[in-house]
């Protein structure tokens, strides 16, 4: 079954520091990947996505991400933290199904950052 | 440009009781649109989908149903609440192929 897996519940980061959030994602077909950020109490933002091409994405915020096939990972990576990057970040494969693609999420990172 | 409406924000209703979620867009037309549920420590779950008025899918047999009245209405409710269906509840829209959602601001169901 299609399933995408983020192993990292909490990342506690220093301010300034660099920063990877994992993804692993499950899925026979080339994938559409995406990263959302969720502020408490708050509706995902998209960050960023990968369609096909480059395999190397760029976000907003600062934020990039790298498809590899051979790892079934997209990784998210910043390389200095802000502390309003304090959220929760979601990764998820779109699936097509009738008429319409399902995002299958992974269950979040929630992300600390330290002054 | 578009935009998507949910209310309530936040909603505590008892155990048994009625529920209606409402979720528009606006700037749009033939949206695809979703329902979500999110628990916590548990991600995104998707309960509906729909592409078209009165056309629902629905992921998760359980308590809830979604209707579409209108293009770009969509509606989630129960008849009676349970406790498990407490969670925060997002909308959201794609265009009509489906890729990239833009979700709406939430709705914190409690059930208490």
């Known amino acids: 079954a299609q399933s995408v897996t983020q192993p990292d519940i909490h990342i506690t980061v220093s301010e300034g520091a660099s920063l990877e959030l994992r993804c692993n994602y499950s899925?026979?077909?080339?994938?559409?990947l995406f990263w959302y950020v969720q502020s408490p109490g708050q509706g995902l933002q998209l960050l960023l996505k990968?369609?096909?091409?480059?395999?190397l994405v760029q976000g907003i915020k600062g934020f990039e991400a790298e498809f590899k096939r051979s790892q079934s990972s997209f990784n998210l990576r910043k390389p200095s933290v802000h502390w309003s990057d304090a959220a929760e970040y979601f990764c998820a494969v779109a699936l097509p199904t009738s008429g319409t693609y399902k995002y299958i999420f992974g269950t979040g990172t929630r992300l600390k950052v330290l002054a | 440009s578009q935009t998507i409406h949910q209310w309530p924000a936040t909603l505590v209703q008892p155990v048994g009781s009625p529920l209606s979620l409402e979720c528009t867009v606006e700037g749009t037309s033939n949206p695809n649109l979703y329902w979500y549920r999110q628990a916590a420590g548990r991600g995104l779950q998707l309960l509906f989908y729909?592409?078209?008025?009165?056309?629902i899918s629905s992921e998760v047999p359980q308590n809830l149903s979604a209707s579409r009245p209108q293009d770009r209405q969509f509606i989630l409710s129960s008849k009676k609440l349970l406790l498990s269906d407490s969670g925060f509840y997002l909308c959201?829209?794609?265009?009509?192929?489906?890729?990239?959602?833009?979700f709406g601001s939430g709705t914190r169901l409690t059930v208490v």
């Open positions: 899925y026979g077909a080339t994938p559409y």
């Open positions: 990968y369609f096909s091409g480059d395999t």
């Open positions: 959201a829209w794609s265009v009509r192929a489906g890729l990239g959602y833009t």
């Open positions: 729909s592409v078209g008025i009165g056309q």
